[in-house]
Structures are given as C-alpha cells and as structure tokens.
C-alpha cells in the first residue's frame, strides 16, 4: 500500500520529460546568437517561458487526454522556478513573494501569446509581444525572426501526435 501511495503517477513522470526537452531547448545557442535573445536572468527566463507557453498551448489543443500532463508540466515549470530562486540566493522569506510576481507574468505571458496566435495570419502582434518581453524594447530588428521560429515551432508541435506528448518522446525545430 506505501509502494502505491509514494510512488509517481505517469503524467507526472511525463511533465518532467516534457520540462526537460522544454529546458534543453531553451539552452540552445542559436536563440542567444542568431536570434538575439538576451543571455540574462531576464532573457533566459522570458526564452524559457515561451517555450512552455507553446507546448502547453499544443497539449491544451489535444484535448482531455492530455490535461494531466499538461498541468504536470506547469507544475514542475513552478517547482522549476521555486528552485532556481533558492539557488540564486533568494531569502526564504521572500521566495512566496518572488514567485507570486513570477506566476502573475507567466500568465499574463499564457494570455499575450494566446491573443497573438488567435490574431494570426497577423504576426504583428507576436512580434510586438516578443518586442515587449524577450528583447525589452532593446532589439525591435530581432523580433521577426523570433516570430518566425516561435510560428515554425508551433506548426512543428501541430504536427505530432498525442502519444509523442504522452511518452515525452516529441521533438522540436531547430533554433
């Protein structure tokens, strides 16, 4: 009965492949280079940010089949965050507070990325938005090709099946 009660669920195990593969990507040289991310706390985490924004938005989209591994992703995401605070020195006393901040803008972010993929084929929108948060106003030229691979990425995760998700077997563009 212990066995049962401490061991993982799947979709759990599942989120944790999938915040993996959404961690790697995120690390990837060419957002950093060719497309101008900045290399900051703050670029990193608007990077990363995206990156869990579009495959929660591609499991969202696979129906109900894929909302438990869609909220184990978002939870270890927060776990994720919780952690990398404590490890940059933040007191325990202010962790609740950094981290209330923090879930404010994630989802404003979920909200601005949803509004700029419904207004799509008008990419303005996106690229404004990448504007605001990826590059804060410092490199408007980039933002093109960042809606370019945020759209290319997107299109990719359309097109792989459920399972891939479930196994945490899918793959992403590269950047």
């Given at each position: 009965?212990?066995?049962?009660?401490?061991?993982p669920?799947?979709?759990?195990?599942?989120?944790?492949?999938?915040?993996?593969?959404?961690?790697?990507?995120?690390?990837?040289?060419?957002?950093?280079?060719?497309?101008?991310?900045?290399?900051?706390?703050?670029?990193?985490?608007?990077?990363?940010?995206?990156?869990?924004?579009?495959?929660?938005?591609?499991?969202?989209?696979?129906?109900?089949?894929?909302?438990?591994?869609?909220?184990?992703?978002?939870?270890?995401?927060?776990?994720?965050?919780?952690?990398?605070?404590?490890?940059?020195?933040?007191?325990?006393?202010?962790?609740?507070?950094?981290?209330?901040?923090?879930?404010?803008?994630?989802?404003?972010?979920?909200?601005?990325?949803?509004?700029?993929?419904?207004?799509?084929?008008?990419?303005?929108?996106?690229?404004?938005?990448?504007?605001?948060?990826?590059?804060?106003?410092?490199?408007?030229?980039?933002?093109?090709?960042?809606?370019?691979?945020?759209?290319?990425?997107r299109?990719?995760?359309?097109?792989?099946?459920?399972?891939?998700?479930?196994?945490?077997?899918?793959?992403?563009?590269?950047?």
């Open positions: 009965m212990l066995n049962r009660l401490f061991r669920r799947p979709e759990r195990e599942v989120g944790r492949a999938l915040y993996a593969r959404v961690v790697d990507q995120s690390r990837e040289p060419g957002l950093y280079g060719a497309l101008g991310a900045p290399d900051t706390v703050e670029g990193r985490f608007e990077v990363y940010t995206l990156h869990v924004v579009l495959l929660l938005d591609r499991l969202n989209r696979l129906g109900p089949q894929a909302k438990a591994v869609s909220q184990a992703l978002f939870d270890t995401y927060v776990k994720a965050l919780d952690h990398a605070l404590r490890e940059l020195g933040v007191g325990d006393l202010s962790v609740g507070r950094k981290m209330r901040r923090l879930g404010e803008a994630f989802f404003g972010r979920v909200k601005s990325y949803q509004a700029a993929f419904a207004a799509l084929p008008d990419e303005q929108p996106l690229r404004d938005l990448l504007t605001r948060t990826v590059y804060a106003e410092a490199a408007v030229d980039r933002a093109p090709a960042l809606a370019a691979y945020v759209l290319a990425q299109e990719r995760l359309a097109g792989q099946a459920l399972e891939a998700y479930l196994q945490g077997a899918f793959a992403w563009g590269p950047a």
